[in-house]
């Protein structure tokens, strides 16, 4: 694999903010804990702290999130979106959303999206993203956008039961994306999709294109909540990013939070 490179990345950028402001580091504790200290230090929209590896990668729900040297894209962007802080798992969807369109022009191949934020190639998930917000009252102060993306990882190098349900862009295509060219591409797609999300029907335009690769529509789901768990249908996603689901008495319920299984996807049996 090629090394990380700023000036590399640099040159694929097709941006105003995004990347503009960029920390590439051999090893890191997690990019998000660094990019939230950067957020609190005021660091502008669009800041962003990529690592050849984490050792302390930081996954959904306190879980851990495996970042071996050299075989991944481990990457955090700061985003100030000025909007109140319901619209803000927006860009949940949009982090998505772009690195689904990015993988498809490196590979040919488009991942399908796992609502909320897992991205899965082959029945099992080859990209996470934890999103993390500050907001004082209504307001986004900032949000985290935490890419966990495995390109060359081979299915012998994830741990135990990981290998049933994690996977890399190389284990699926068979292709080795250089990785400068694919953060670019990332946050060029990520830009263009968040200022649309400012333009009027932005967002509907978008919801529609994630509601394409959502491959949990349509499928019986079981979501696990704090203190509940329980069997739907997955019928659509809503203004505010929610799941919509609808129960077997007919009754319908939007998540907004939960671990959300399929069976047969990303290890669940
Ligand atoms: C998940 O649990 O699915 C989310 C995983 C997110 C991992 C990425 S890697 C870059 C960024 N830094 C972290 O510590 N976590 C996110």
Redesign the pocket.
């Known amino acids: 694999m090629t090394d990380l490179d700023r000036q590399v990345i640099s040159d694929w950028l097709d941006t105003r903010a995004f990347g503009r402001n960029i920390e590439v580091h051999e090893t890191i504790g997690?990019?998000?804990?660094r990019a939230r200290d950067l957020a609190l230090a005021g660091a502008p929209n669009g800041t962003v702290v990529v690592a050849d590896e984490?050792v302390?990668?930081?996954?959904?729900?306190g879980?851990s999130?495996l970042?071996p040297k050299g075989t991944g894209i481990?990457?955090?962007v700061v985003i100030r979106p000025g909007f109140e802080a319901s619209l803000a798992p927006r860009i949940t969807v949009i982090a998505a959303l772009s690195v689904s369109e990015a993988v498809y022009v490196a590979t040919g191949c488009r991942p399908s999206i796992k609502w909320p934020?897992?991205l899965i190639m082959g029945n099992k998930?080859v990209c996470?993203?934890?999103t993390e917000i500050k907001a004082d009252d209504s307001y986004t102060d900032y949000v985290i956008a935490?890419?966990?993306l495995n390109v060359s990882t081979r299915t012998d190098q994830f741990p135990g039961d990981l290998a049933m349900s994690a996977t890399s862009i190389y284990e699926e295509t068979g292709t080795l994306p250089d990785r400068n060219r694919l953060i670019a591409d990332i946050l060029n797609s990520f830009e263009y999709m968040y200022e649309s999300l400012t333009q009027p029907g932005g967002f509907d335009r978008l919801r529609m294109q994630y509601r394409d690769l959502c491959l949990t529509l349509g499928r019986r789901v079981r979501i696990s909540g704090v203190n509940e768990e329980f069997e739907a249908i997955a019928k659509d996603i809503s203004d505010d990013c929610a799941l919509v689901v609808e129960l077997d008495d007919g009754t319908k319920r939007e998540i907004l939070s939960g671990d959300v299984s399929i069976r047969g996807i990303a290890g669940y049996i």
């Open positions: 997690s990019t998000n804990k984490q302390d990668g930081r996954g959904r729900r879980r999130w970042s481990w990457m955090s934020n897992d998930k996470g993203i934890l935490g890419i966990g």
